[in-house]
Nanobody
Framework: QVQLVESGGGLVQAGGSLRLSCAAS????????MGWYRQAPGNQRESVAE???????NYADFVKGRFTISRDNAKNTVYLQMNSLEPEDTAVYYC?????????WGQGTQVTVSS
């Protein structure tokens, strides 16, 4: 059974930084595309960033230059370094894995950015 466990969320002032982590188990991690999504109240869940099994990142336009996604296959962990945070970044952030036909989600971690 695949488990994705996020950590690292919290409250930060605008302009600050946070690093999210997602520890995966029950999956061939090195073969999976891993991603981060977010959902703010009243909004649909949206893609923030993803990283392929080969380590190629892809970002939503609204985070380019501010967020960095990375992975450590030895630790089965994907990270999201978030810098220059803005109040508009406030949301629940979810970890996602995609391997073959299987898609899995974590429970989410709250990120709140105060102005």
């Amino acid at each position: 059974q695949v488990q994705l466990v996020e950590s690292g969320g919290g409250l930060v002032q605008a302009g600050g930084s946070l690093r999210l982590s997602c520890a995966a188990s029950g999956i061939i991690f090195r073969g999976a595309t891993m991603g981060w999504y977010r959902q703010a109240p009243g909004n649909q869940r949206e893609s923030v960033a993803e990283i392929s099994s080969f380590g190629a990142p892809n970002y939503a336009d609204f985070v380019k230059g501010r967020f960095t996604i990375s992975r450590d296959n030895a630790k089965n962990t994907v990270y999201l370094q978030m810098n220059s945070l803005e109040p508009e970044d406030t949301a629940v952030y979810y970890c996602h894995s995609h391997l073959g036909p299987n898609n899995n989600w974590g429970q989410g971690t709250q990120v709140t950015v105060s102005s």
